[in-house]
């Protein structure tokens, strides 16, 4: 998954869902879904507030190149224990792939 195209997503319709994330912080609206929390915070720091809507408008304006404290995407479980995976058996491990600053879940991970 490219760290180069920090884009949220496929288009500028974020800058919509940037109007949702401004509902949710004045409790006219939530964010259905954990990943949604997890997307909305671009400052990395557990918590949704005007930081993560600045960052990310100034991301999608041009103003900045790069979120100052998250990578681009994160995943959801953040960690996996492989350890306890049955040996010669196939396992299946499911985790989720968030891109930050995505609400809608549009972006592409292949781009």
């Given at each position: 998954m490219p760290n180069d195209n920090l884009l949220p997503g496929e288009n500028c319709n974020e800058i919509f869902y940037s109007k949702r994330q401004q509902q949710h912080l004045l409790y006219q609206d939530t964010l259905t879904f954990?990943?949604?929390?997890?997307?909305?915070?671009?400052?990395?720091?557990?918590?949704?507030?005007?930081?993560?809507?600045?960052?990310?408008?100034?991301?999608?304006l041009g103003k900045i190149t790069a979120l100052p404290?998250?990578?681009?995407?994160?995943?959801?479980?953040?960690?996996?224990?492989?350890?306890n995976l049955p040996l010669g058996e196939p396992a299946q491990v499911q985790f989720k792939a968030i891109k930050i600053g995505d609400l809608n879940n549009s972006a592409n991970p292949l781009k």
């Open positions: 954990a990943w949604q929390h997890i997307a909305a915070d671009a400052t990395n720091n557990n918590h949704i507030s005007v930081g993560d809507m600045v960052v990310l408008l100034r991301l999608i404290s998250s990578p681009s995407w994160r995943f959801d479980p953040p960690v996996l224990e492989l350890d």
